[in-house]
């Protein structure tokens, strides 16, 4: 099976379960559709990319071939690395596509207005994921405390940011 057979396995599988187990849930986007979005091969034999659905946009580790190599238990996570950091991924398996893994983005997906915008979010994040992770900016930080200026001065990441948050609630 090609790698685009894989995703469009992929694709077929998520568009049964949005016609079926996820159909009126309230929790659906109704301005969105199954898109598999800017899958692209790892060196290890999977694919990655990110697939938006009514209900969530995921990452997604997928085999190019049906298989159970990336089967997980419900209860397991798996940490896949990338130039922009490290993952936490979670199981599922369909019948149409075999064993994947996801990582959660956005769950619900309200945050879209209309897929052109999932469709572009998703492409960023595609870019985003093996883009190099910028050295630590605590020294940065403390420099500008120092030189008296605004920490808001001094560029942040995501993870970066939510650990300041969550540090500085467990002190």
Do not use: K
Request: net charge negative; charged share 20%; glycine share 8%.
């Amino acid at each position: 099976m090609a790698a685009t057979e894989a995703v469009r396995a992929l694709e077929a599988a998520f568009e049964r379960i949005a016609a079926t187990r996820m159909a009126g849930l309230p929790l659906n986007n109704p301005a969105l559709q199954v898109q598999a979005v800017g899958f692209r091969a790892q060196d290890d034999g999977y694919l990655i990319g990110v697939l938006i659905t009514p209900w969530a946009i995921n990452l997604v580790m997928l085999a190019a071939t049906p298989s159970r190599e990336l089967h997980l238990a419900a209860d397991c996570r798996r940490d896949w690395d990338f130039p922009s950091g490290c993952y936490e991924f979670m199981g599922g398996e369909e019948a149409e596509c075999g064993a994947y893994q996801f990582c959660s983005l956005f769950s619900p997906a309200f945050d879209f207005c209309d897929q052109d915008s999932a469709v572009a979010t998703a492409n960023e994040i595609m870019r985003g994921l093996f883009v190099e992770a910028p050295a630590d900016p605590g020294p940065q930080r403390e420099a500008a405390r120092m030189a008296g200026h605004s920490l808001m001065e001094v560029p942040t990441t995501r993870r970066g940011f939510l650990r300041g948050v969550l540090g500085s609630r467990r002190a």
